[in-house]
C-alpha cells in the first residue's frame, strides 16, 4: 500500500465535520477551484460554439475554399468565366478532405417593386448544386427549383424591406458592364425565404438559378464565375490549400475561406485571448487558494510532522502526503467545476436560453460546442499545473525541525 496515500487519507477521513480553521480553508479552496473549473469551460464551450457557428454559417454560402481567376478575386463578382478540365473536376473531388465542388458565378444588381428596392448579389448556382448545406437557414417556402431559372431564394431581411412573401413577382435589374445604359431585367419569383443571422449574407445574397447569370453574361452553359470547394472540418487545412493549389492551372488561384472575410476570423481569432486570460486567471487563483490551504494544514499538523521525522520519515514522504491531500482537494473542486460546467453546455444546447444580437455576434442564440480532447486537456493542464505550482509551499516541510515541533502540545 502506498504510504503517503494512506495517511493523506486518513487525514482527511479525520478532518471531517470538524470545525478547524484548515476545514474552512479548504472549503474555500475547492470553491474557488470549482469556480475557475466552471468558467474556464463555460468560456471555452461559447467561444468555440461561436467560432464554429460563424464559420459554419460562411462555409455555407462560400464554400471552405473558392477558386478562380485572379481577376475576380479583387472583386466578389465573378468578371471572367473559370474553365476547369473535367479531369481536373473530378481530380479535386477525389482529394481527401472534400466533400463538395460547386460551380457558381456572382452578379451584382438591383431588386425593385412598386415601391422600394434593394441592392442584391445574386448568386446563381447549377442544378447539381446540394441545397441541404442551407437547410438550417430555410424560414419558409423551397429551394430554387432547377427547371425554373426565375426562381429565387431571399433573405429574410431583404423580404421585410421589399415587402416581398412567397409567390411574389419582382423585377431585377442588371449591367454588364459600364458601358451598358441600359439594364437587362429579369422577373423573378420569390420561392424560398432563408435568415442566416449573418448580416453580410442576409443584406444582399439572393441566390438564384447560374443559367441567369451565364445568360447575362453572355457566357456558355459549361462557363462558370467560380468553384467552391467544400471540406468536412470548418478550420483551414493548409496541406489541403496547396494540393488544391498544385491541381490547377497557372491561371486560375485558390482563396480560403479566412481570406474572404479577413475581419471576421480576426474579430473570432481575438476571442480565442479570451480562454487563455480566463485560464491563466482563474488557475492563478485557484493555485493561491490551494497553496493558502496547504500551508495552514502543515502547520495544524506540525506536530504530526515532527513526529513522522523522529520516526524516520524522509521529507520526500511528507511532500508526497500534502499534496496527495491537495489532489483530494483539486479532484473535487474539478468534480463539482466540471458538473457545473456541462449543465451549462447542456442547458444551452437544448435550452437555448441565451440569446445575443445578431448584428454583433453574428448569431441569434449563443451557440456552444463542447470537444472531448480539449475537455480531457483542459482538465489534465489545470491539475498537472496545479499540483506542480503545490511543490512551493510543500517545501515549508524542510523547515520544520522535529524537536521544535514536538517541544509543545
Given at each position: 500500500m502506498n504510504i503517503a496515500f494512506f495517511i493523506a487519507n486518513r487525514l482527511r477521513q479525520i478532518g471531517r465535520g470538524k470545525k478547524t480553521v484548515s476545514a474552512r480553508i479548504i472549503?474555500?479552496?475547492?470553491?474557488?477551484?470549482?469556480?475557475g473549473?466552471?468558467?474556464i469551460l463555460i468560456t471555452l464551450v461559447t467561444v468555440t460554439g461561436l467560432q464554429e457557428a460563424i464559420e459554419n454559417k460562411t462555409a455555407a454560402f462560400n464554400g471552405h475554399y473558392s477558386i478562380s481567376t485572379f481577376s475576380n478575386h479583387n472583386s466578389k463578382l465573378s468578371l471572367t468565366p473559370v474553365g476547369v478540365p473535367q479531369s481536373i473536376k473530378?481530380?479535386?473531388?477525389?482529394?481527401?478532405?472534400?466533400?463538395?465542388?460547386?460551380?457558381?458565378?456572382?452578379?451584382g444588381g438591383l431588386l425593385k417593386t412598386d415601391t422600394s428596392f434593394e441592392g442584391i448579389l445574386l448568386k446563381g448556382v447549377a442544378?447539381?448544386?446540394?441545397?441541404?448545406?442551407l437547410e438550417d437557414f430555410l424560414v419558409q417556402g423551397r429551394y430554387p427549383s432547377a427547371a425554373q431559372s426565375n426562381e429565387i431564394l431571399i433573405s429574410q431581411r431583404l423580404a421585410n424591406r421589399l415587402a416581398l412573401a412567397l409567390d411574389d413577382r419582382v423585377l431585377g435589374y442588371f449591367q454588364k458592364d459600364a458601358r451598358q445604359r441600359v439594364p437587362n431585367t429579369r422577373r423573378f419569383i420569390v420561392v424560398g425565404?432563408?435568415?442566416?443571422?449573418?448580416?453580410?449574407?442576409?443584406?444582399?445574397?439572393?441566390?438564384?438559378?447560374?443559367?441567369?447569370?451565364?445568360?447575362?453574361?453572355k457566357w456558355s452553359a459549361s462557363e462558370v464565375g467560380a468553384y467552391e470547394v467544400?471540406?468536412?472540418?470548418?478550420?483551414?487545412?493548409?496541406?489541403?490549400?496547396?494540393?488544391i493549389y498544385n491541381s490547377l492551372p497557372m491561371d486560375l488561384d485558390v482563396i480560403p475561406l479566412k481570406e474572404q472575410y479577413p475581419s471576421i476570423f480576426q474579430w473570432m481569432a481575438l476571442l480565442d485571448y479570451n480562454i487563455i486570460i480566463i485560464l491563466v486567471v482563474m488557475t492563478i487563483v485557484g493555485v493561491i487558494n490551494m497553496a493558502t490551504a496547504l500551508l495552514i494544514m502543515i502547520f495544524e499538523r506540525s506536530r504530526?510532522?515532527?513526529?513522522?521525522?523522529?520516526?524516520?520519515?524522509s521529507n520526500l514522504l511528507i511532500h508526497r502526503i500534502f499534496l496527495t491531500n491537495g489532489g483530494f482537494i483539486l479532484l473535487r473542486g474539478l468534480f463539482w467545476g466540471n458538473a457545473i460546467g456541462l449543465l451549462f453546455y447542456f442547458g444551452q444546447r437544448y435550452g437555448q436560453w441565451i440569446t445575443l444580437d445578431p448584428i454583433t455576434y453574428f448569431v441569434e442564440v449563443a451557440p456552444v460546442s463542447l470537444h472531448f480532447g480539449f475537455w480531457l486537456m483542459m482538465n489534465l493542464l489545470l491539475l498537472g499545473v496545479s499540483l506542480l505550482m503545490l511543490w512551493f509551499p510543500v517545501m515549508i516541510v524542510s523547515k520544520i525541525s522535529p524537536t521544535k515541533a514536538l517541544k509543545f502540545k
Open positions: 472549503t474555500i479552496a475547492t470553491a474557488a477551484v470549482a469556480i473549473t466552471a468558467m473530378e481530380q479535386l473531388r477525389a482529394l481527401e478532405g472534400v466533400v463538395g465542388l460547386e460551380g457558381v458565378a456572382y452578379k442544378a447539381t448544386f446540394d441545397w441541404s448545406k425565404i432563408y435568415n442566416s443571422g449573418f448580416p453580410e449574407v442576409d443584406n444582399t445574397y439572393v441566390l438564384g438559378s447560374i443559367a441567369q447569370i451565364q445568360g447575362l453574361n467544400f471540406a468536412p472540418k470548418t478550420l483551414d487545412d493548409p496541406k489541403l490549400l496547396q494540393t504530526m510532522i515532527g513526529l513522522l521525522k523522529t520516526l524516520g520519515s
